[in-house]
Structure formats: structure tokens, C-alpha cells
């Protein structure tokens, strides 16, 4: 199937939004905005690090008069009201943008539907709905902690041939290959958070930083303590059921959106991932697969069944990476 050229140019704006996943932070989605003239890309945009500048504001600059007459693609509507910076619809219109192709709207109240509005009242025509499954999905987390008040939860776990995540109880394991930790590193640098049990944080005494050139990133970095073992976490969150019902896993995911947290990597045990797959509020699941075996003595981590069993959940994918073997589960589209 031929895509139509508002179709081509909005796959670039989503390529831009994507590369904006870890990095927005503060519960703001990643906008990609391609602004196009007689056929011609004059500038293309994300939204920056930190959420600022927005990417219209950030196109806009550097097409500066190009931009007059252009048809701009956003991945997501442009907002219209005053937060840190003007509304970016009221932007496009003052440069003169001719036409607004728009992938989806914006479900937050200040916005929905209001910066569509104000295109249209000022005579720009709009085309709402191009690569909307797809734009939905590259902000996903964004949409969830709208609607739901959740993140997007990513649960990763490394296993060995025989499904243990550990040679004995206790002890740190080393597992997967250098292509599946670069992988993990990548995963990373696209949540805003990455959350652990207390076991996991007691026994492998993990950073939780992207320590590949080019990823470098900052993320929340949890730990869910529910026993009060934590007691020096330098640089971590420990959540204890001072803070938060630690047993309620939708309490702790409702208590990380309201910090700001739109995508959540959880990495681990086997009692935490179980705790997670229990809840229903795992959208995907990672796990990766070994040539190795550990024995009998290895501790097993959770099962493809488990996975299965656990709302909605199914094999989407498949990869290799290297000697390993990465198993993508995701709830179906």
C-alpha cells in the first residue's frame, strides 16, 4: 500500500516524538512537528529535554519565514493554553502556517480540542486523525496518565535457558549477553522511571543509569520497600507504606504519575514482577532469554505462563540479540 504524503511527513514528525520517550519527563508528552513548503521539509522538531521548548515552538525557529504558507505535521494537538511558554497554536497561526495536520488530539482538559479551535477560527485548514493509532501509541504513557492516572509499565526481566534469574538465592547472576545490556540500557533511556524491589536493590546493588554513549539519562529511580529494609539509598526513591500502599500496586502507580511519570521500567525479582503481573496494569512485558543454564539450585523467575496469564498479555515479538533471545509480550492493538 502507497502512503499518502500527509502520511509520509507525520511518520517523520513520529520518528522526532520518539526520540523525545525518557527524556520529556514531568508527565508531558514527546511531540514531533515537520513543517513542509511546495513539497520541501524547511524544519522538523521534538519537544526538548525537560519539556521545553515545544516542538512547534522548536520548528517554528528554525524555519523562521519558511514557515509562512507551510503545512505543519504535529503528532499530537497543539496546545492552547499558558503554561511556561505561549499556546503553540497561537504560534503556528502568527507565522502564517497555512495548513495543520494533526495526528491526534490532546485528551488534557486545558487543551481537547481548544488548539484545533483556534487553527480553525483563524481560517487554517486542519486535518485531524493521520497516523493516530501510531501516534497514540508513541505516547501512550502520556495518555494513560490522563485517562487513568497511570503510567506505561514495562516489565524487563533477564532469565537463563532453564528460567532462573539467579545461580543462588541471594547472590547476583550474571545472565545475559552485551547486545541484551546494551538493549537494557536503551530500554532505560526511554522511561522516566525504573523501579525495583528491595530484594533486587539489597542484592545486586544496581545503578539503574544508561551508561551507553548517546543515552546518557537521568531517570526517577525507585525502590519499593514494603518491609522497611532500605534504609540508605542515596539517590533513590525508596517507597515504603509510609508513602504509599506498597501492596497496591495501582496505588504506587497512581502516586509516580502524580510525579510526573508517564513510562515506568520495572526491573527485578521474581516477587516483584508477579506483584505486577497480578495487578492487570502491565502493558508489556520484556523478557530475555539465555542460552545458559543455572541448575537446580537457580532461582526461577516468573513464566511465560505467568506472563500469558496476565491482562491480556501476548507474544508480540521476537529478537535476537546476540546469544540471547528477547520475547516482547504486549497487549494486542
Known amino acids: 500500500m502507497t502512503l499518502s504524503t500527509d502520511e509520509q511527513f507525520m511518520k517523520t514528525a513520529l520518528n522526532f516524538a520518539r526520540r523525545g520517550l525518557g527524556f520529556v519527563k514531568q508527565g508531558r508528552p514527546s511531540v514531533g512537528c515537520v513543517l513542509v513548503r511546495k513539497g520541501n521539509i524547511v524544519a522538523a522538531a521534538r519537544t526538548g529535554d525537560g519539556g521545553q521548548p515545544h516542538a512547534e515552538a522548536a520548528a517554528l525557529k528554525i524555519a523562521g519565514t519558511e514557515a509562512k504558507g507551510a503545512t505543519a505535521y504535529v503528532t499530537l494537538e497543539p496546545c492552547a493554553h499558558q503554561g511556561r511558554t505561549p499556546p503553540c497554536a497561537d504560534a503556528l497561526v502568527a507565522a502564517g502556517v497555512k495548513r495543520c495536520v494533526i495526528a491526534c488530539r490532546d485528551p488534557f482538559p486545558q487543551v481537547d480540542g481548544k488548539g484545533i479551535h483556534i487553527l480553525e477560527q483563524a481560517g487554517i485548514e486542519v486535518v485531524v486523525g493521520v497516523c493516530e493509532a501510531e501516534a497514540r501509541k508513541v505516547n501512550q504513557g502520556f495518555f494513560l496518565t490522563v485517562e487513568q492516572k497511570r503510567p506505561y509499565v514495562t516489565c524487563k526481566l533477564a532469565v537463563s535457558a532453564d528460567g532462573k534469574i539467579s545461580a543462588i538465592e541471594g547472590e547476583r547472576t550474571a545472565i545475559s549477553g552485551s547486545l541484551a545490556n546494551r538493549h537494557t540500557h536503551l530500554q532505560r533511556s526511554r522511561h522516566d522511571a525504573i523501579l525495583v524491589g528491595s530484594e533486587t536493590y539489597l542484592v545486586d546493588q544496581p545503578q539503574l543509569t544508561t551508561r551507553v554513549k548517546g ?119
Do not use: M, W
Open 215 to 333: 543515552l546518557e539519562h537521568k531517570p526517577l529511580r525507585a525502590v519499593l520497600d514494603g518491609q522497611g529494609r532500605v534504609s540508605d539509598a542515596q539517590g533513590f526513591e525508596v517507597l515504603t507504606d509510609t508513602t504509599v500502599n506498597t501492596k497496591d500496586i495501582g496505588a504506587v502507580l497512581n502516586y509516580l504519575a502524580l510525579k510526573g511519570v508517564t513510562r515506568l521500567l520495572v526491573e527485578g525479582g521474581t516477587k516483584i514482577h508477579k506483584s505486577f503481573l497480578d495487578s492487570g496494569l502491565v502493558d508489556e512485558f520484556q523478557l530475555c532469554i539465555s542460552t545458559h543454564r543455572l541448575g537446580g539450585e537457580g532461582v526461577l523467575g516468573v513464566t511465560k505462563d505467568d506472563i500469558k496469564g496476565a491482562g491480556g498479555l501476548k507474544l508480540q515479538k521476537t529478537r535476537h540479540l546476540g546469544e540471547d533471545t528477547l520475547e516482547i509480550y504486549a497487549r494486542a492493538d
